[in-house]
């Protein structure tokens, strides 16, 4: 395992925890923090025991987006063109943000974010592609990026619409103010909002849920689909669309041990991973590009 310095990494009982670990600056994310949550993704995805993730914050704020203080001081534009730029792929140059979301959207296992306080800029969009977002009631969020003269990164110009709405979104991103738990649920941002207390236990109780009762290719599948049919032209085109699948692992050994397990009254025996690669089956959701 990496000997990360801004994130602490661990695994429990089949799911891993990353936790974002710069609490003096609010878990203000760095390119470090960038490599690390990457390095920590892959950890993850080569661990055949894990079967999901948690993603916090250590202390008072989950994190407070881009370090904009760079250690206290301003930045200049060269400090801040290089400290968000990735470096190029595919011949475009790319933000750290978006690094870090689009690693989030393609791991080999459920995400859930447990969300324990400030999730501003990268902070909040980072939690877009991970699949369960969870609030602790003293969560906030902000799609600051008009306060502050930029734009949408890390790819949320897709997500959050797709996530909450256009109406929403753009109400969130044009006015770029940070908001409370409350109107995060209200605007389908979050699924839960508990208390503070109760948040982690939350977070790791749906974590559990899904990795000792489900498939792990049926759940990787899923993600790939739902995603896949929001561009789906109708519902005819999306049953040709997911057709593939259903048929495909419907014959498949999870599919056997999943209905045998129901029939003999016990929980199902998944094997501990894939048993082999299913990203064909929805080939709507493409391969992630190299150096991504
Ligand atoms: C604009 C591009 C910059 C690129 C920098 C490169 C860094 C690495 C690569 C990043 C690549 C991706 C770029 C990213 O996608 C872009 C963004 O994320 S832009 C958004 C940046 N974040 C913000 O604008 C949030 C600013 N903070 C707040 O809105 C609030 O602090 C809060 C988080 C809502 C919390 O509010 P409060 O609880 O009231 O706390 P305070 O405001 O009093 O703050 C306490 C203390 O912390 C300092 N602080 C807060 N946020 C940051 C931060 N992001 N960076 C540095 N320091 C921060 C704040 O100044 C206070 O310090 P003190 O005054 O006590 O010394």
Redesign the pocket.
């Known amino acids: 395992m990496p000997d990360f310095e801004e994130i602490d990494y661990s695994v429990a009982d089949g799911v891993a925890t990353v936790v974002l670990d710069r609490p003096s600056?609010?878990n203000?994310?760095?390119?470090r923090?960038?490599d690390e949550l990457v390095a920590a993704c892959d950890a993850v995805d080569a661990d055949d025991a894990v079967r999901a993730l948690v993603v916090t914050g250590r202390g008072?704020?989950f994190c407070?987006?881009?370090?904009?203080?760079?250690g206290?001081g301003t930045?200049d534009d060269r400090?801040?063109e290089k400290?968000?730029r990735y470096g190029e792929v595919d011949g475009v140059g790319r933000?750290?943000?978006?690094v870090v979301a689009l690693r989030f959207a393609a791991l080999q296992v459920p995400v859930i974010a447990a969300v324990n306080?400030?999730a501003?800029?990268?902070?909040a969009?980072m939690t877009l592609p991970m699949d369960v977002r969870v609030a602790g009631a003293s969560a906030?969020f902000?799609f600051?990026?008009a306060?502050?003269?930029?734009v949408p990164?890390?790819a949320s110009s897709w997500f959050l619409p797709r996530v909450v709405g256009i109406s929403r979104a753009m109400e969130w991103a044009m006015t770029g103010r940070?908001f409370g738990a409350r109107e995060a649920l209200e605007g389908g941002l979050v699924t839960h909002v508990v208390p503070d207390e109760d948040l982690l236990d939350t977070a790791y109780g749906l974590a559990r849920e899904v990795a000792e009762n489900t498939s792990p290719v049926s759940v990787a599948v899923t993600r790939h689909m739902l995603w896949s049919m929001l561009s789906a032209p109708s519902p005819w085109e999306a049953h040709a669309l997911d057709s593939r699948a259903v048929v495909e692992l419907g014959r498949d050994a999870d599919a056997a041990e999943g209905v045998t397990a129901f029939l003999e009254k016990r929980p199902p025996a998944f094997p501990l991973r894939r048993t082999r690669d299913h990203t064909d089956l929805v080939p709507e959701w493409p391969r992630r590009p190299e150096g991504l």
Do not use: N, Q, S, Y
């Open positions: 600056r609010m203000a994310f760095t390119g923090m960038c008072r704020a407070a987006g881009a370090d904009l203080g760079g206290g930045f400090g801040r400290a968000a933000d750290r943000g978006g306080g400030p501003v800029g990268v902070g969009t906030r902000g600051v990026f306060r502050r003269g930029i990164e890390a940070v």
